[in-house]
């Protein structure tokens, strides 16, 4: 296993919670309009 594979996994929870809150927000967005 290579770092940068370590390095992703370690960050992939962070990535799938940011992706989750973008998606959230850009939903509002378009039920607002």
Known sequence: M???SSLH???DP???DRAR???D???DAI???
Do not use: F, G, M
Request: net charge positive.
């Open 2 to 4: 290579t770092a940068k």
């Open 31 to 33: 039920v607002d309009r």
């Open 25 to 27: 927000a850009l939903r």
């Open 9 to 11: 996994r370690q960050l």
């Open 21 to 23: 809150a973008i998606r």
């Open 14 to 16: 962070n990535l799938e």
